[in-house]
């Protein structure tokens, strides 16, 4: 079935840097999304991304939806202790019960 | 906030107990979903919902039923729980077929 390769699987950085996580399928994708995780909440959207090309922002956040409609990348920039938590990327092709989620991002953010 | 609630949040049952697992929400959602999370397998969608009485099996089926007899509960039972069913599970929203899922707290299950 349709797989999300999403890497790095965790990443320490230090307070103020910026970071970069992205996702890749051998699957052609209508939707991409990307979502935040918290401990002992779920997941909650940060950025969703219709058109391939696309790039969107939100605050620190920037994504891109790949031209080949087969990746997507989330960039954070200006890392702050709050940022800590697993980022999930999520392709949905036609139909959203057909969302496939990447295994996750850990990140953790040194103050 | 999404008004999803899931319950209970957290419960421990032993080996071939039945289990059931409740998620209520309060927007009228259509869609309602069930996924399990699992270390190194992010989200694993269950059994999804597309109204009343309307549901359909999802990538990790085997061992879970669900039912939805009201557009805001969606239940999901497992027959009779094994280890391999020890995990997390949210339930999540959405209100059309191609719009943002909108997820739960989640319900943290321990099959001993």
């Known amino acids: 079935g349709q797989q999300l390769n999403q890497s790095p699987q965790s990443m320490f950085i230090q307070e103020g840097e910026d970071v970069s996580m992205n996702c890749t399928s051998s699957s052609i994708f209508n939707t991409w999304l990307w979502y935040k995780q918290d401990p002992g909440e779920g997941p909650v959207l940060l950025i969703a991304l219709y058109k391939a090309g696309e790039l969107t922002s939100n605050g620190r956040l920037t994504a891109q939806f790949g031209i080949t409609r087969k990746d997507s990348f989330l960039n954070i920039s200006a890392s702050i202790p709050s940022d800590v938590g697993i980022y999930f990327c999520a392709g949905q092709s036609t139909g959203g019960f057909k969302t496939i989620f990447g295994a996750g991002t850990r990140l953790f953010v040194k103050a | 906030d999404a008004g999803i609630t899931q319950s209970p949040r957290h419960k421990v049952t032993e080996t071939g107990t039945p289990v059931t697992l409740r998620c209520h929400q309060t927007e009228n959602h259509r869609y309602m979903y069930w996924y399990r999370q699992d270390p190194g397998h992010g989200l694993r969608l269950i059994h999804y919902s597309y109204g009343v009485k309307d549901t359909d099996k999802g990538e990790v089926s085997d061992g879970y039923s669900v039912s939805r007899s009201k557009t805001e509960d969606f239940l999901l039972t497992l027959e009779s729980a094994t280890s391999s069913q020890t995990s997390v599970y949210f339930c999540?929203?959405?209100?059309?077929?191609?719009?943002?899922?909108?997820f739960g707290q989640g319900t943290r299950l321990t099959v001993v």
């Open positions: 999540a929203i959405s209100e059309g077929v191609d719009t943002e899922a909108f």
